[in-house]
């Protein structure tokens, strides 16, 4: 199963998201400019457990050294398509958590989670001599925190079934626990290359830390740079699941717009699932919109006998 998005739109915008994103791609860098020096530079920086169980091999590290490696190593990759799913799936759902955290609480919590996911792989491979990096145990965290705050939301999915592809949208809750099972299942096998118990560790602490953190209030810093970066345009693609009653061939939903495109105007793309197919349209919010405005869209609706259909009315809710 491969994530293409969610269905949950973050508010503002995702300025330490896509800051750990670019420092992930810079690292990368850093990586590829290593040369003959590159495996010298992962045992460095990497999370090697032998480092810490072999007295022989820590004795060659400071503590400073020896305490930096569980940041360092979660910054690191094994190569480009190693970062591109990494960063991909942190670009999905890292937003929707920074959103509900706030950009302060949200930095400390993806540290914290690549930092425990670094302590369970080191506890189960204690004197392992294979350095591990990656930024999966932390953007594990940040899945689990996501599984448990929009539990409601929904992931565009790419499946494929033999020769051919399949779009469908998964509920996340079916989504992250399919895939969390596949991590232990995975660690249970003894299937190596990949650090599974950092994976199954930083999801675990994801769900714990997100249980402490929203005990607190956001900071003042942090509400007052989520009034600066917040978003003034709504989803470009909206999913509409209209509805109707009994045998009425009319069916209705709801677009959600900005104040500003409400008073502007904007067009949105309108996506209407049904079952395997969709349809999409192109729609116009008039500017002047007001909270509670219905649109027609004449013959969206059910289709009637005859081959005519009824109509499709979206009532417009404008976001705070």
């Not at 590829?32 to 045992?43: T, V």
């Not at 022989?56 to 799913?85: C, E």
């Not at 790419?158 to 051919?164: K, N, S, T, Y």
């Amino acid at each position: 199963m491969i994530p293409i998005r969610d269905t949950i739109r973050s508010k503002n915008y995702p300025v330490v998201n896509m800051a750990i994103i670019g420092l992930n791609v810079l690292f990368f860098i850093v990586e590829l400019s290593q040369g003959e020096g590159l495996n010298r530079f992962i045992h460095t920086y990497g999370l090697l457990p032998a480092r810490y169980s072999i007295p022989a091999i820590s004795s060659y590290f400071t503590l400073g050294q020896q305490l930096f490696s569980f940041i360092s190593f979660m910054f690191l990759h094994g190569g480009f398509l190693h970062l591109l799913g990494n960063m991909w799936s942190l670009y999905i759902f890292g937003d929707n958590v920074e959103d509900r955290l706030g950009p302060f609480r949200y930095l400390l919590f993806y540290l914290l989670c690549g930092f425990a996911s670094g302590v369970s792989h080191l506890v189960i491979n204690w004197h392992s001599q294979t350095p591990t990096i990656g930024a999966s145990g932390a953007i594990a965290g940040v899945m689990g925190a996501y599984m448990m705050l929009y539990p409601k939301s929904r992931i565009l999915t790419l499946i494929p079934i033999f020769f051919f592809f399949q779009l469908i949208e998964v509920p996340a809750v079916f989504f992250l626990a399919i895939w969390f099972i596949f991590q232990f299942l995975s660690a249970a096998a003894g299937q190596g290359g990949i650090a599974w118990w950092a994976h199954i560790g930083g999801f675990i602490f994801g769900i714990i830390f997100l249980r402490l953190f929203l005990l607190f209030d956001k900071s003042f810093l942090s509400r007052r740079l989520g009034q600066i970066t917040k978003k003034s345009r709504s989803a470009r693609i909206q999913v509409i699941r209209p509805v109707s009653v009994g045998q009425d061939p009319d069916m209705y939903g709801n677009i959600s717009v900005t104040r500003r495109e409400a008073a502007f105007g904007a067009r949105k793309l309108v996506n209407i699932p049904e079952g395997f197919k969709k349809r999409l349209f192109v729609l116009v919010i008039p500017p002047g919109t007001s909270e509670g405005s219905k649109m027609r869209l004449s013959g969206l609706g059910r289709k009637l006998d005859g081959g005519r259909s009824g109509d499709l009315y979206l009532k417009v809710h404008i976001e705070d």
